[in-house]
């Protein structure tokens, strides 16, 4: 799937609620409800069996989304090793944003802010998409495995010729370039963690999966 060819599911109150719909019509036939107890969460819907949740979807919003996660896997706590800096590890996802450019960076401006001069982001899943499409979020083939057979990667343009050196003209190492459109994206579905948003690569009940809340439309 390439990334002119996705359309990006607003996430909803309905989508997830059919999701629980789905799940608990597929459980065999339970006691009436007043021989069994019921949970139901504060943030969202439970549905609850004799023994345990059978589902579980809760919603939460995010007032500030000037920083967004993209996370590599559906994995909330597994750091990778760093492909350019050997012995240094990764954080389990990518911190996205996007810079105003006509923010006044003087330190009067910011007031302690350290996210001053960052632009709110109205679409964090269409964010996120854009960094999966040009490569970004499989540093060192961390997300090889999530590629499907046959899909077809663009080519990493040539390492350049020549001398490279860094910003102080010192002798540095050379990448081959691999940033550009064209890198698979997969189904990606918003959600909250630690009161950020994350974006997580998934079915439309990951979030609930990984028992963090859906990201509030």
């Not at 004799?50 to 559906?74: H, N």
């Not at 998934?202 to 439309?217: N, Q, T």
């Amino acid at each position: 799937m390439k990334f002119s060819d996705i359309q990006y599911p607003a996430e909803t109150r309905q989508v997830a609620r059919d999701a629980v719909v789905r799940e608990a019509a597929a459980q065999p036939r339970r006691s009436p409800w007043w021989r069994r107890p019921v949970a139901l969460s504060l943030a969202g819907l439970a549905l609850a069996g004799s023994t345990a949740a059978v589902a579980y979807v809760a919603f939460a919003p995010v007032e500030d989304k000037r920083d967004i996660r993209c996370y590599y896997r559906a994995d909330l706590t597994t750091t990778y090793p760093s492909p350019h800096s050997p012995g240094d590890r990764m954080q389990p996802y990518l911190l996205a944003g996007a810079m105003d450019e006509g923010f006044d960076y003087d330190a009067g401006a910011r007031q302690g802010d350290s996210q001053a001069g960052k632009q709110q982001i109205a679409d964090p899943v269409g964010l996120c998409a854009f960094n999966w499409d040009q490569g970004l979020m499989n540093p060192g083939g961390i997300t090889d495995d999530l590629i499907p057979p046959g899909y077809k990667e663009p080519a990493p343009a040539p390492a350049p010729t020549g001398t490279v050196t860094d910003d102080q003209g010192n002798p540095a190492t050379a990448f081959p370039n691999t940033f550009g459109p064209g890198h698979f994206v997969p189904d990606l579905r918003a959600c909250v963690v630690d009161n950020t948003v994350a974006v997580i690569p998934g079915p439309a009940d990951v979030c609930s999966r990984l028992g963090i809340p859906v990201l509030e439309s």
